[in-house]
């Protein structure tokens, strides 16, 4: 009779410019499945895994803006080809984190992975459908274009441990930004999983950087930081939001607070996109 | 850097006989209510505060300080007219209103163009030429945005926000009123207004057009006063939105107050725009560019190339040629429809302008003012250029907000790019250059929201003007412009 075997636990870490480190503070926490079971070890992001991940975001922003629509369309749809190929291994994670039979979780990966495409499919619009030629009265030709905010902050969604994660990430990466993710305090291991995916997936390193830790904790690091352009707000409630709004606006940020029931899509693409109007003489 | 010759040329030294234009088509009464449902009333308590002519200091009538009470009354008449008739107003409807207030403007333009530069010091060229005109462009452009707005890339039926609360600046103040209320008037929302506490007039004028043209009481309601009157307005629970025009010091306050709030709001803050000048740029159009870029206006202009950066190797050259640019242009009596340089705003703005503008020479820079005569009375700053100035100087880093250029080198398209970036403002860039590949590499690059390439100051209804980072979000004018009041 053959011994039995001892399975091997995987440790959930961070994601900073393309690496998958501990934190920094040799913090860990433990996370468990909706029914109260040990699910995993979780890396405890700190303050400073935050600051090393914005100067990630901000280092590698103008390079992921610079690469052509089209090139970051392909590293989107790349990353929905990986999470296609470990559904199982998502739909798992998701059923477990958010207590959903095998059925609606194998669903709503597959809804992660759908909105993943729609995305990709957005980056080479963006600019036709937000941008445009103005007719101004004189001798210019007049046009504005769509660009990113530059680094957007993510507080993601508590509850939706992929499908929120993936529009609250994917919205801004998209329209050119690049991103530093807090995952769901509770339900991590989803997000952590897509981003192990990513950097399999030909997105230069810093794009998306992923924190997992104590959301109370971080939100504010993120909030104050004077080299984050954008925050999104999903993540915390309507007092916390209020808090953060306020420390945001210390430095003129933008804030995307998520509606209730929101039917347009296209309002957290648009929350983190600037319009650059460019003027030029028209003349022999 | 060599030191410029600062010989006049032969132009500089013609004198010109003064044409004035008429200040008598400028009837003002001596003291004025606030514009609430449609009528003047008395404020509240009844207090009054001076608007003077900045330009000789003489006062042009006494405009009412609104308190928390008057805000209130505004913004129920608004919300009122809101519920009742505005809503219910159909887009061609709203459209038919909005063009006949761009027309009425078109037809009183030389009597709003007067107002304008006895109550705001900027010369009479300009509010004629530029502030009236654009103003009157506003409402016509937005007037046929307001039966179209499905057709706007909102979806098929956008919504209005409701009340929107409104503050604008003293530096274009009836262009900042259209600005701000063509948009929000087409897309149906109703307005409370706030002029600011040194520039009423053109305002209240306005309220008077809008009578003439019929709209409904309670669509537009504008209330004057300082600080104080727009602490209340953006602090109002029956306000929607706010949109404000003004310094980033206060957007960032205004910001903050809202921020518990379900308001939306759109800022146009401050700047500290880059001018960059590259070595095969037309010389004669680059150095008007410059010069319209920095003095139009006084200066008091958030998108102003307030840093010129210009290439080593046309350094000397540039600034030899800007320095005497600068000497003739005509600084003095805002009326005189030869007048350049008018007055500066306010005591409080000149006081400003000094105090940043010793900085300069303190912290090393060079300093070239024009030697031009300036009036004995009112508040005046002669046009003035700094040269050797490094990044860390405050006058590279702040908005000074009057006529006062600091003039910076580089060597690589990269630099000045790099250097232009340099600032946590992002509002407007200047790129002068006749290759267009590099123009647009470097508009490619520039973290601002309008890039001017062989041109500067240029403004249009139909172009988006905004900034980014610490200028501000929200766009005001053309399509994008309609967000800011659309339910989206």
Redesign the interface.
């Known amino acids: 009779m053959s011994e039995p075997r001892l399975d091997v636990r995987k440790t959930y870490k961070l994601l900073i410019n393309g690496a998958f480190p501990r934190s920094e503070s040799g913090r860990s926490y433990k996370v468990f499945t909706q029914s109260g079971e040990f699910l995993a070890n979780v890396a405890q992001g700190s303050r400073k895994d935050l600051r090393d991940a914005v100067l990630a975001a901000r280092g590698v922003q ?1 390079k992921w803006w ?1 690469s052509s629509a089209y090139n970051r369309g392909q590293v989107i749809y790349r990353l929905a080809e990986m999470a296609e190929s470990r559904r199982d291994e998502l739909a798992v994670h998701v059923g477990a984190a958010e207590g959903l039979r095998a059925p609606e979780a194998f669903a709503s990966v597959a809804r992660a992975i759908d909105r993943i495409v729609w995305y990709a499919g957005w980056t080479d619009k963006i600019t036709q ?2 941008g ?1 030629a ?5 001798p ?1 030709f ?1 046009f ?1 274009l769509p ?1 990113p ?2 680094v957007v902050a993510v507080l993601a969604s508590q509850e939706s441990s992929l499908e929120g994660f993936v529009d609250a990430v994917l919205a801004p990466i998209a329209a050119g930004n690049t991103v530093v993710a807090l995952a769901s305090e509770l339900r991590p291991t989803p997000a952590v999983l897509l981003g192990e995916m990513s950097a399999t997936s030909d997105f230069p390193a810093g794009v998306l950087n992923i924190i997992t830790g104590v959301t109370s904790e971080l939100a504010p690091t993120l909030a104050s930081h ?1 080299e984050i ?1 954008g925050i999104d707000l999903a993540g915390v409630g309507v007092d916390q939001a ?1 808090e953060l ?2 420390i ?5 940020k ?2 995307f607070r998520p509606r209730q029931n929101d039917t ?1 899509p296209t ?1 957290r693409l ?1 929350a983190f996109i ?8 028209i003349g022999q | 850097m060599d030191e410029p010759e600062l010989t006049n040329s032969r132009l500089g030294s013609l004198e010109y006989d003064p044409a004035p234009e008429s200040t008598a088509i400028a009837h003002f009464r001596p003291s004025y209510g606030i514009f609430i449902d449609g009528r003047f009333t008395d404020p509240s308590s009844h207090e009054q505060f001076v608007s003077l002519n900045p330009a000789n200091e003489e006062v042009l009538a006494t405009v009412a300080q609104s308190s928390r009470e008057d805000v209130d009354r505004a913004v129920a008449s608004a919300r009122h007219a809101y519920d009742t008739v505005w809503s219910r107003t159909s887009g061609p409807e709203r459209a038919k209103y909005l063009f006949r207030i761009a027309r009425l403007i078109q037809e009183r333009a030389r009597e709003l163009a007067v107002v304008e530069t006895l109550d705001n010091g900027k010369p009479i060229r300009e509010s004629r030429d530029v502030d009236v005109p654009l103003s009157a462009a506003h409402f016509f452009y937005y007037a046929g945005w307001a039966d179209k707005l499905g057709y706007a890339g909102f979806g098929p039926d956008p919504r209005p926000i409701g009340v929107a609360g409104q503050i604008i600046p003293w530096n274009f103040p009836l262009l900042m009123a259209a600005w701000k209320l063509a948009p929000a008037l087409a897309a149906g929302n109703t307005c409370v207004l706030k002029p600011a506490e040194t520039t009423s007039l053109s305002a209240l004028l306005l309220a008077e057009i809008l009578q003439q043209a019929d709209l409904p009481p309670g669509v537009v309601n504008i209330i004057t006063g300082d600080g104080s009157s727009g602490a209340a307005l953006v602090d109002h629970p029956g306000v929607d939105k706010i949109a404000f025009t003004g310094s980033t010091e206060v957007g960032r306050l205004i910001q903050q107050r809202v921020a518990p709030s379900q308001k939306r709001l759109t800022l146009e803050l401050g700047g500290k725009g880059a001018n960059i000048v590259f070595d095969d740029a037309p010389i004669d159009e680059m150095i008007e560019g410059i010069i319209d870029g920095i003095f139009f206006n006084q200066g008091h202009v958030c998108c102003a190339g307030s840093r010129l950066l210009v290439q080593e190797s046309i350094a000397d050259e540039v600034l030899r040629r800007l320095v005497r640019r600068m000497e003739q242009l005509r600084v003095g009596d805002p009326m005189d429809k030869n007048t350049d340089v008018g007055a500066i705003n306010s005591a409080a703005q000149l006081a400003r302008i000094r105090e940043l503008s010793s900085f300069g020479e303190s912290e090393g820079a060079t300093r070239y003012t024009s030697s031009c005569m300036l009036p004995d009375k009112g508040y005046w700053f002669a046009p003035t250029v700094f040269a050797n100035v490094s990044q860390s100087h405050r006058i590279a880093r702040e908005e000074i907000f009057g006529p006062v250029l600091s003039v910076l080198t580089f060597r690589t398209p990269e630099e000045a790019v790099v250097k232009a970036n340099n600032t946590n403002y992002g509002l407007a860039c200047g790129v002068w250059s006749e290759k267009g590949s590099r123009t647009l590499w470097v508009a490619q690059r520039l973290r601002a929201g309008v890039i001017w390439a062989n041109t500067y100051n240029k403004f249009d209804p139909s172009s988006p003007f905004g900034g980014v980072r610490e200028s501000g979000f929200g766009r005001e004018g053309g399509r994008h412009g309609l967000e800011a009041y659309l339910d989206v």
């Open positions: 103008a610079a459908v937000y445009g103005n007719p101004v009265a004189g210019f007049n504005s660009t905010s530059g004077e352009d209020s709004n306020v945001a606006a210390g430095s003129i933008r804030v347009d309002r648009r600037e319009t650059s109007t460019v003027w030029h003489t």
